[in-house]
């Protein structure tokens, strides 16, 4: 059992509506491991209520830091960490430009295990404890991905991006040794992954259709059988970020109502399937997320860097459908959960529905932690089940210790701030990863990125 002393940060069980933050300004976080040795947390509140309850544990003092729940990304490119802030003008010539090629680098295994040891160094530096992660289509930049996340006992998310057309050859899907064509040998090996990794520590498989325009109705079909033969795995992909896509999408599957219906005349939308983008959504869309338990990962830095629109949050509000935030590197410009969260504030207020939205500061902090961890774990609503990402008792104790000091600018603001939304909301436009002075995870030690020391 260990305990912390710090200002705690977690949200309330989300049942609809605004999401409501609570702060102890002087707080007790205890936490102890369960029999597979995840530690969960046990109690959190005010400290002189709590510490007579625990007189025995050893409490590591934290004063004047902040603990918050670890951050949660939707959805972000593993290898795509080296194109983050090339110039293209637009989502197509981005991914033939730039996407493509680097990706292709993926099939030796050697720079997909460099690459996926950097990429999860960068995660743990920002604060980000949980992560859906696209890789390639090449089974060795998977297994590098789930082996470094297996390494740091980090809860990720990965999968075998499935592509059998529409892309450089290189890239696309292969045949297997025995004749097997691309299509099948892809839904092949998917499944070997699912068995190798799925469920392993704290990894889960996604089937990976990169979108719909690159896979064939027959890939499509195979990956709506394996979601079916495997109920609990999850399923992402890309949907209606950019006009031109959406013209192509329609184009190959013309059968179906719109470019998101095409994933469910397929069977795959369900709970925990992440869909990233949903910009150029109708309310049948919308309906569409909401009936089938679907969700949304928002990624406002790529829509903004690329063009492609703006996320309509007063549309997904009104219909009713779940959402949380993505980095989505590297169309996305930083990794950091801050740069994010204040990017999805602009996003919100220049949305389609006008006049736009003013997201609170609590609103966007939930939408990066326990918001996207309820969509990851595929909870609805008012489940009753404890999801990730956040800090409530019962929860796996994964967290980050914040520095409101970490520099000048950020210690004289966070040192006016009258209340909650005006300390939260300083950290959001004014934070990096600076201010985060320190990553746990819930499995065993803190999670320093290799070769750091403590900051």
Known sequence: MRAYRASLLWFAPYTGGAPQARFEQDGLLVVDADARGVQLVQAIGDWHSLRPQYPDVVVEDLSGRIIAPGFVDL????????????PASGLLPWLENYTFPEEMRFASPAYSAEAAAFFIDELLRNGVTSALAFATSHTASVDALFAQAQQRQMRLVTGLCLMDRNA?????????????????????????????????DRLGYAITPRFAPTSTEAQLRGAGALAQRYPDVWIQSHVAENKDEIAWARS??????????????????????????????????RALMRETGAAAAVSPTSNLFLGSGFFDYLGADRVGFRYGLA??????????????????YTVGREGQTKPGVSLSPQHLW????????????????????????NLLPGCEADFVVLNPQATPLLARKTARAANLDELLFSMIVLGDDRLVERTVISQALDAQPQGAQPR
């Open 366 to 389: 939930w939408q990066h932690t326990a918001g996207a961890g309820e969509v990851l774990a595929g909870n609805q609503h008012g489940g009753g089940v404890c999801t990730w990402g």
């Open 75 to 86: 959805h972000i490119h593993f290898p795509q960490t080296n194109v983050i802030g090339s």
């Open 327 to 344: 980095s989505d590197v590297g169309g996305g410009t930083s990794f950091s959960p801050f740069r994010t969260m204040l990017a999805a």
């Open 252 to 285: 190959l599957f013309p059968d179906s109502r719109s470019y998101l219906a095409t994933y469910a005349d397929f069977g795959l939308m369900r709970a925990r399937a992440v869909y990233a983008h949903c910009i150029h959504f109708d309310d049948d869309d």
């Open 168 to 200: 450089p050859a290189e890239l696309l899907n292969r045949a297997g040794p025995n004749g097997t064509d691309a299509t099948e040998q892809s839904l092949m090996e998917s499944e070997a992954l699912i068995k190798r990794w799925h469920g392993k």
